[in-house]
């Protein structure tokens, strides 16, 4: 007896995130081009290309840090709210790590994931330090908790940025190249924390240059070239037999040296 593919059983869920033919320009420049893209609820989408190919402009503007020209995003069927009380709500239910940490340098780690928690949702100081404590601890830097963030290594000021973001409840979480301005000893350590992430179901959209995370941890990988989504497949299909010449030779520079 054959056993049916499990996606049969299932009604397909909405998707979480939907692009429909967004465009963006940078003056002259049409850095994101006609771009269609669906993200399903616990789905980790790893996006890579070479530089300039618009993936920092596609991951920023899932939250609106980037506004758009024309086309459409929903999270959750929501449209994005354009600006005001609105926009801050959504950006609490989208969490973002970008390259630079972006901690409160004049505030301990404790206190930079307990701020947002207080502020933007609401919640009692003593609910938002546990939450916050459990994060930090299980991110491995709850014994940094009331240290500042120039104490730390860049890999222990990440995860800590991690760990704020989390503490927003987020319903999807984006990593513009979270690793990239890490030493190379602490890569590790920032995407082991983003695996277990992706292993417990969080939705994710991740703009890196870790051929190895996209490996192990997508669910689908992203090529883009010229502010275009040029191919998606799993990252078992895309790396073994990419489909488009832009593709192959991407790869063939970066998996070959």
């Given amino acids: 007896m054959t056993e049916s593919p499990i996606e049969d059983s299932t009604p397909a869920a ?13 003056g002259a420049l049409h850095v994101l081009q006609d771009i269609d893209l669906r993200i399903a609820q616990g789905e980790v989408v ?11 402009t596609l991951c920023r503007t899932i939250n609106r840090l980037e506004s758009i020209d024309s086309g459409t995003i929903t999270i959750d069927g929501r ?3 354009a600006e005001g009380k609105e926009l801050a709500r959504l950006r609490a239910e989208v969490g973002m790590v970008f390259q630079s940490f972006n901690l409160f340098a004049h505030k301990t780690v404790l206190e930079n994931v307990v701020i947002g928690q207080v502020k933007v949702r609401k919640l009692p100081r003593p609910q938002a330090e546990k939450t916050a404590r459990e994060l930090l601890e299980r991110v491995g830097v709850g014994a940094q908790a009331d240290k500042y963030p120039a104490q730390l290594s860049g890999g222990q000021q990440q995860r800590v940025a991690i760990a704020r973001a989390l503490a927003m409840k987020p319903k999807v979480m984006l990593f513009d190249e ?8 602490m890569v590790n350590e ?3 924390v983003m695996r277990q992430l992706a292993a417990d179901g969080m939705t994710m959209v991740v703009v890196t240059h870790e051929m190895g995370f996209a490996r192990s941890a997508a669910n689908r990988v992203l090529f883009m070239a ?3 989504i040029v191919e998606q497949n799993t990252p078992d299909a895309f790396f073994t037999a990419p489909r488009s010449d832009r593709a192959k030779d991407f790869l063939s520079k970066i998996l070959h040296h």
């Fill in 226 to 228: 010229d502010g275009r």
């Fill in 79 to 81: 449209p994005l709210p």
């Fill in 178 to 185: 979270p690793t990239s301005a890490l030493d190379p000893e």
């Fill in 14 to 26: 909405a998707p979480l995130v939907v692009l429909g033919n967004v465009n963006k320009h940078y």
């Fill in 46 to 56: 790893v996006v890579i290309g070479p530089s300039g190919s618009g993936k920092s």
């Fill in 190 to 192: 920032v995407l082991e």
